[in-house]
């Protein structure tokens, strides 16, 4: 069965940081560009950061959280990971991982992905 996997969301104060994981299952990783994206309560799914196949040369971030986030990939453990330094309260949402199937549109639109994760929680509250 071919699924991905989020963890490592929580309740962190502002300021905070926490690390996302997103691993798979019934597929490697390596050949397949990831992108991480959030979705806060009565928004839209935004697309927060993305990696590229292979050796993850390319990465891509939304500006709301350039500077703060950090995604990388091991392959060898077939996960990709969300280092998210810097919490803000406006960083609140359930976190997904998906892998990129198409390029009919831009890094951070999710109509290009596929295999989504179920999806974990980050709230940064005081």
């Known amino acids: 069965q071919v699924q991905l996997v989020e963890s490592g969301g929580g309740l962190v104060q502002p300021g905070g940081s926490l690390r996302l994981s997103c691993a798979a299952s019934g597929f490697t990783l390596d050949y397949r560009a990831i992108g991480w994206f959030r979705q806060a309560p009565g928004k839209e799914r935004e697309g927060v950061s993305y990696i590229s196949s292979s050796d993850g040369r390319t990465t891509y971030y939304a500006d709301s959280v350039k500077g703060r986030f950090t995604i990388s990939r091991d392959n060898a453990k077939n996960t990709v990971y969300l280092q998210m330094n810097s919490l803000k309260p406006e960083d609140t949402a359930v976190y997904y991982c998906?892998?990129?199937?198409?390029?009919?549109?831009?890094?951070?639109?999710?109509?290009?992905?596929?295999?989504w994760g179920q999806g974990t929680q980050v709230t940064v509250s005081s």
């Open positions: 998906a892998t990129r199937v198409s390029r009919l549109s831009a890094w951070y639109r999710p109509v290009d992905y596929d295999h």
